[in-house]
């Protein structure tokens, strides 16, 4: 089955920098990633992924690259902001089932 | 439209005890999942149904079972409830027209067994 791991699994940066989030994967089958937010006490809610058509994709200050020879990608965050802090899970599958989570990175912006 | 909701929200279970949590969806969608939370681990995937009267094991699918009777409703069952069972559970669901891939989560089910 897929194994997916995420690196690092704390993360603390200043209001402004950018924040770098790694996951790899074992199944070279998987085409789906997504990438998840979740805040203390809430529901993992999506907020972005990428398909294994393109390379990289972008939405305002997140963007998330995709090396399928190397079976890794990334998520990155610009111009952080305090409620950026939260735990990111990155995930990967197959057509979009079956999801297979990264253990989390607890990303804190520090004011 | 409330999206994908479960109850109950919170439950405490004494070892041995048994307890069903409801999952809906509201979005038509065709697939539901069940996963658990645990610190430090991630989301795991207890079981998942591909339609309405169809059920799958996941990664973690041992002392739970499931049905999927309706499409809009899935329920997670605990027969025998013990410690390692207390977790945060959460339902998903996925894969409608124009939207194939993503999953929605609910609200989650916080689970404690003594």
């Known amino acids: 089955g897929e194994n997916v791991e995420q690196h690092p699994s704390t993360l603390s940066v200043q209001e402004g920098d950018s924040a770098v989030i790694k996951c790899t994967y074992s199944?070279?089958?998987?085409?789906?990633f997504p990438w998840y937010k979740q805040e203390l006490g809430k529901r993992p809610q999506l907020i972005i992924d990428?398909?294994?058509?393109?390379g990289e994709k972008k939405d305002q200050r997140i963007a998330v690259t995709l090396n399928k020879t190397a079976k890794h990608f990334s998520l990155h965050i610009t111009e952080t902001q305090p409620e950026d802090s939260a735990v990111y899970f990155c995930?990967?599958?197959?057509?979009?089932?079956?999801?297979?989570f990264g253990e989390g990175t607890q990303l804190t912006v520090n004011p | 439209n409330a999206g994908v909701t479960q109850t109950p929200k919170f439950r405490v279970l004494k070892t041995g005890q048994s307890m069903t949590l409801l999952c809906a969806q509201d979005?038509?969608?065709?697939?539901m999942y069940w996963y658990r939370q645990d610190p430090g681990m991630g989301l795991r995937l207890i079981h998942y149904?591909?339609?309405?009267?169809?059920?799958a094991k996941g990664e973690v699918p041992d002392g739970y079972n499931v049905s999927r009777l309706k499409k809009q409703n899935f329920l997670l069952g605990l027969e025998s409830a013990a410690p390692s069972q207390t977790s945060v559970y959460f339902c998903?669901?996925?894969?409608?027209?124009?939207?194939?891939?993503?999953?929605?989560f609910g609200p989650g089910t916080r689970l404690t067994v003594t």
């Open positions: 149904s591909v339609g309405e009267g169809t059920t």
């Open positions: 979005m038509n969608h065709e697939y």
């Open positions: 990428i398909r294994s058509n393109v």
């Open positions: 199944d070279s089958a998987s085409n789906y």
């Open positions: 995930a990967a599958s197959e057509w979009g089932s079956r999801l297979t």
């Open positions: 998903a669901s996925s894969y409608s027209a124009g939207k194939p891939y993503e999953q929605y």
